[in-house]
């Protein structure tokens, strides 16, 4: 098990950028491939990104391609997501999410595949 807490998330401006922080507990941070997924009001939890354990290959969703990156320090126990151009339909709680399970390539997309969640952490993007 990984402890997972997340940071960064705030209320901006469409048009502008942030940078979502994840940072998790142990000493084998590195032996997890990490995702972001996001739950807006009344809809279900989305893939947003995700990224393999060496951080050699990443994976977006259609709705954030172009705009977001995806990164990892494993030295620091921290996974990233910048999000650029944001747009209100951005808006939404992002989780940072962590996978145990030996899992390549488009299953890192699918929710089910990670065993550790954080608490999420809310961005709001205004017209």
């Known amino acids: 098990q990984v402890q997972l807490v997340e940071s960064g998330g705030g209320w901006v401006q469409a048009g502008v950028s942030l940078r979502l922080s994840c940072t998790a507990s142990g000493r084998t941070f590195s032996s997890y491939a990490m995702g972001w997924f996001r739950q807006a009001p009344g809809k279900e939890r989305e893939f947003v990104a995700a990224i393999t354990r060496s951080g050699g290959t990443t994976y977006y969703s259609d709705y954030v391609k172009g705009r977001f990156t995806i990164s990892r320090d494993n030295a620091k126990n921290t996974v990233y997501l910048q999000m650029n151009s944001l747009k209100p339909d951005d808006t939404a709680v992002y989780y940072c999410?962590?996978?145990?399970?030996?899992?390549?390539?488009?299953?890192?997309?699918?929710?089910?595949?990670?065993?550790?969640w954080g608490q999420g952490t809310q961005v709001t993007v205004a017209a």
């Open positions: 999410a962590a996978s145990s399970n030996l899992v390549y390539g488009v299953r890192l997309t699918v929710r089910t595949n990670y065993d550790n």
